[in-house]
DNA sequence: CTATCAGATTGATCTGCGTCAAATACCCGA
DNA sequence: TCGGGTATTTGACGCAGATCAATCTGATAG
């Protein structure tokens, strides 16, 4: 769903331009046939919400296009994000209702949608869908843990840089770029959406991206086209153990 | 598996004197059977470590007494708390070898482990196990995120106070008294282990705590002995929409 | 080409929390 | 009861990051 390391097992559905990560791969066929009967198509703008916290939910989907956040807010507007949905990523709470979160398009999006119901009654009837789920949804729940070390005891140029390995790690699994020193990718995030990831104000966040880019670990192109030299510096700057990565 | 609101469907398995929320309440007789088959017990003083990150672990677990945290750590020492395990709370990753954190006992813990290989293929048999575990992580996942909230936008006194409620809330849920204004618990945790919880350090928390005594929100019968006279005020402290919890 | 506007950068200043250090309370075994 | 070690509190001080404010950049529409 968010963060993953490595994509998953996953299908492609009837004319869905992406693979949904929520259903394995073993068994394609019967699993299509179901799908297609219940699946329909969501498409949002940038800036708009695609659910609010507390609303009814009364789908599952996957992202085909763009990107979605998911974010909690305090009474007074402080708001942190909890989750990034990028292409291929699975949304909703199988066998509950509705999300404590707000689910909102930072730019247009286009969402595969299954209504709950028939997919809940899909799940019972295909055990290991469940399991696949558990499984990704354990997953998610790991990439949460290390995002709350990163939240609690990580510096504001420790948490740049580990936002920006995330990035470029994400990146080289779609591409299959990985394993090169040498990495580059687009910022799929504003500065502000950057500083609610990471617990931070704007202002730093721009202020440490200067800093990286004064001291040679990244290089900038326009705003949001980075490039890295060297994904070991890069990943050493972001403070976790140098060998928890995809490069030798 | 922690931090849970309500607790959900369980079940009591032999001479337990907990109930395993791993596993629905359904149809107990048929698993109590298999449960009882492959289950052991292990007891871990306070302060060991019960699975070291990266650690092989061949058991899945509840908790019958005691408390046990998950941390993650960074290269220089720099500790998070990503959970915390209270009896009748569930560890283990179905279906992945290790997890990519340490569990240690805080307090002296007897755990009432099962075999995994055997507990998987009983989820391989008996399908609603599987989508119990998936409701269980879900609620974990929503929890987390909860808990990333506080830790990338909450004041040090708002943590405070958030970690207080949690644990009356808890607390209550076990003894049943909840909506209650008044309410009364024990501590289950050092000041240094409230500051991992919290990304804090120990001296902020202390001096915290000094502060919501002074101010009347909390009053201390010793280090842990912990009375708060009124919920509202202490949840309101807390930063939350006020509706949240447990009172009316 | 210019006006406009959102996003981003940069600067100056302030402050909450961390750091270092010392004092105090508490627990348990001898 | 005393001693020693651990947990906790409290104080003084400094700094990382927040806040407030001004400027700059770049994309888009007219």
Redesign the pocket.
């Known amino acids: 769903m968010t963060l993953h390391e490595v994509p998953p097992l996953s299908l492609r559905c009837g004319d869905c331009p992406i693979r949904h990560r929520a259903v394995c791969a073993r068994c394609e066929s019967d699993e299509l046939q179901e799908l297609e009967g219940i699946k329909y198509y969501r498409s949002f703008e940038a800036g708009q919400t695609i659910v609010w916290a507390e609303d009814q939910m009364d789908f599952v989907a996957s992202v085909v296009s763009g990107i979605a956040t998911l974010t909690q807010t305090l009474e007074d507007g402080r708001t942190q994000m909890v989750g990034l949905l990028l292409p291929s990523d699975f949304v909703g709470r199988p066998g509950l209702s509705s999300a404590p979160y707000n689910v909102t398009a930072t730019t247009d999006v286009l969402m595969c949608c299954f209504r709950k119901t028939p997919f809940e009654e899909m799940m019972l009837r295909t055990p290991h869908i469940a399991q696949r789920l558990l499984q990704m949804t354990l997953d998610e729940l790991d990439a949460a843990r290390e995002w709350m070390l990163l939240l609690g005891r990580k510096?504001?140029?420790e948490k740049i840089a580990s936002l920006l390995s995330i990035v470029a790690r994400r990146n080289a699994s779609i591409r299959l770029e990985v394993a090169e020193e040498r990495m580059v990718f687009d910022l799929p995030l504003?500065?502000?959406a950057m500083a609610d990831y990471l617990?931070?104000?704007?202002?730093?966040v721009?202020?440490q991206?200067?800093a990286l880019k004064r001291d040679g670990v990244i290089e900038?192109q326009?705003?949001?086209h980075v490039t890295v030299p060297d994904m070991h510096r890069l990943m050493s700057e972001a403070g976790d153990d140098s060998d928890g990565g995809i490069l030798g």
């Open positions: 510096t504001a140029r504003t500065r502000e617990g931070l104000t704007l202002e730093t721009s202020r991206i200067s900038l326009g705003k949001r």
